[in-house]
């Protein structure tokens, strides 16, 4: 490993935990696999970047890149926050000479890839839904390595590009892979081990439709022998709790956690979305679903990443109406005979381990040292 010793690998993209965590799965096995690496990340400004990033130690720097909008004055805001951006990255590639970027989707990935790409040096990126974002469609020319978590995207990507794609897996934390007891899981979320456990979630910044669906829900079915653990979003657990309290439901409404190995080491269900970390998470941890996809882009991205999961028999695909009660009438059918049916839910837990990549950040962080290695 003496090609990669003092060396540094820019981690770019953030704005949420679903371009983050697959970013930190990943230097957390470079920094086992090649302790000489030390992996900066140039992140958002947005507080969850902050927020996830601040506690793990590793370093970091905000870009002031901006999320596009369309209209004229978002427009301006974001090619302002653009060129910004680019006299920041391009200082950080002086001052560091990283060996690799490392592009973790989304918008602020793009000016570190495409900078980094022109200097000639290795980048990949990590494309962990089905079908790749804008920013990676975009990027994916300037990449040598595109690490995806499922088979299916290369039916997404032109054929031209095929042939940069390794099917990793979703990076996921080492600790997914050595989950901790069901009993310590629960003690250290407030769980009560003996209770089966449903698990909601809307990812890490919450999703409204979820929150206000369960509630109601869950108070028209039989919930004995099962405790509810509900991951709200920094701006909604009070309200969610409130509703709570309106259907004299008990519920433990936490909002927000990176300690997800625990929480779906403790659960026996989950209603939620389907991001591609979640994903993952789900499948590794062997976690039977009902996924609840993210309904409002354009792509219907999380819609895809449910149906790989749906298909395998992991997962219950319902699509989120967008309406409390809507879905709420839609949910109840399914969430009920699932609660009560033991043998279906294992079933499912088996289909999603089978589909699990509990290995992938190892995957991605090889595919970085060799393209170092290479200097592609």
């Not at 560091?96 to 490392?102: F, L, N, W």
Request: aromatic fraction near 4%; hydrophobic fraction near 40%.
């Amino acid at each position: 490993m003496s090609e990669l010793s003092s060396k540094t690998i820019l981690m770019a993209g953030g704005g949420t935990g679903g371009h983050l965590y697959p970013g930190i799965a990943v230097a957390e096995s470079l920094r086992r696999i090649a302790p000489e690496l030390r992996c900066l990340f140039l992140c958002t400004t947005r507080e969850i970047d902050r927020v996830i990033l601040e506690p793990i130690g590793f370093e970091f720097i905000p870009q002031p890149i901006e999320r596009p909008h369309r209209s004229i004055g978002g427009l301006l805001k974001f090619w302002k926050s653009w060129r910004e951006t680019k006299e920041l990255v391009r200082k950080t590639l002086k001052e560091r000479q990283p060996a690799a970027v490392v592009g973790l989707g989304g918008y602020a990935a793009g000016v570190a890839v495409r900078l980094g790409a022109d200097q000639k040096i290795p980048t990949a990126l990590i494309n962990p839904d089905v079908i790749p974002g804008k920013a990676n469609q975009y990027l994916m020319k300037h990449a040598a390595a595109v690490c995806c978590q499922f088979e299916e995207t290369r039916e997404h990507v032109s054929s031209s590009r095929r042939s940069k794609l390794r099917v990793t897996g979703c990076p996921i934390r080492a600790d997914f892979a050595n989950l901790p007891t069901r009993a310590q899981a629960a003690q250290n979320l407030g769980l009560d081990p003996a209770l089966n456990t449903l698990t909601i979630t809307g990812a890490s910044q919450g999703a409204a439709t979820i929150n206000d669906a369960l509630p109601p829900t869950l108070a028209q079915i039989k919930m004995q022998g099962w405790q509810i653990l509900h991951l709200s979003g920094r701006s909604h657990a009070e309200a969610v709790r409130a509703v709570y309290r309106t259907h004299n439901l008990p519920a433990r409404v936490i909002d927000f956690t990176p300690a997800m190995a625990d929480v779906w080491a403790a659960s026996d269900l989950a209603v939620s979305r389907s991001g591609a970390s979640t994903c993952a998470e789900l499948t590794a941890c062997g976690v039977p679903s009902i996924l609840m996809p993210y309904p409002f882009h354009k792509d219907q991205h999380q819609r895809l990443n449910a149906q790989v999961l749906a298909d395998a028999g992991a997962a219950v695909l319902l699509d989120d109406l967008r309406d409390a009660k809507e879905n709420a009438e839609k949910l109840l059918p399914l969430l009920a005979p699932l609660i009560h049916d033991a043998d279906r839910r294992k079933t499912m837990a088996q289909a999603a381990r089978t589909l699990g990549k509990p290995a992938a950040a190892d995957a991605v962080a090889t595919v970085i040292t060799e393209l170092i290695n290479s200097g592609r």
